[in-house]
């Protein structure tokens, strides 16, 4: 069984701070999503990297796969309250039978003004 | 429908009961997901569907599990003799094909007592 362990579990900071989450495993995976959550609603994807080193800007948010498609990582600079959510990845293997995801144990976020 | 559609949106059992889960699919999109999440946790892969393939079961914890899907629309999870542990929110997406984006309905909160 494939695993994406997520550091840190939880994780609370103030506005304007700046923070990196980690998503980490053994195996190999053909792309790495990045997904937020937020109560009551299913995931939302925020950006998908599929190239080893590849480097992905979405405003405030840089997502990074490792060169060994293993790892990856989400810096959020200057963060701001509406980026409070659970913050989830998940490593995509291509199989015969479609894009089967692997979600990460979950990082918690929580900006206070 | 704009989105995946999922109900109910609450579902409160006795253990030993019997209970149904409806999903909605984005119309058009041939591939279906269902994921259970526990309070605070990541996803963890139950069933998909794919067109007229053979589903990929190989998620689903136990033979009280099952998933039906009607061609490319409806599909329903039914768990039967429902336990405590079954407790979590099930969540189904959907897509247009193999390795595309999956988008996600707002979950099924299930509380088994």
């Known amino acids: 069984t494939q695993l994406l362990e997520q550091s840190p579990q939880f994780l609370s900071i103030q506005e304007g701070e700046n923070l990196t989450v980690y998503c980490n495993s053994s195996?190999?995976?053909?792309?790495l999503q990045w997904y937020r959550q937020e109560p009551g609603e299913g995931p939302v994807l925020l950006v998908t990297?599929?190239?080893?080193?590849e480097v992905k800007k979405l405003k405030r948010l840089t997502f990074q796969f490792g060169d060994a498609r293993k790892d990856s990582s989400l810096h959020i600079t200057a963060a701001q309250p509406g980026d409070t959510g659970l913050y989830l990845c998940a490593g995509g293997e291509l199989t015969g039978g479609g894009n089967k995801l692997t979600f990460g144990t979950g990082t918690q976020l929580k900006v206070e003004l | 429908g704009a989105g995946v559609s999922q109900s109910p949106s609450n579902k409160v059992t006795e253990k030993g009961k019997d209970v149904e889960l409806r999903c909605d699919p984005i119309?058009?999109?041939?591939?279906l997901y269902w994921y259970r999440q526990r309070l605070g946790q990541g996803l963890e892969f139950l069933i998909y569907f794919q067109g007229n393939s053979a589903p990929d079961k190989s998620g689903l914890p136990s033979d009280r599990f099952s998933a039906e899907r009607t061609g490319e629309s409806v599909s329903t999870l039914t768990i039967q003799r429902t336990q405590q542990e079954d407790s979590a929110v099930y969540l189904c997406a959907s897509s247009l094909g193999t390795g595309n984006e999956q988008f996600f309905g707002p979950g099924t909160r299930l509380t088994v007592l």
């Open positions: 990297v599929v190239t080893g080193g």
């Open positions: 195996s190999v995976f053909s792309s």
């Open positions: 119309s058009g999109h041939t591939a």
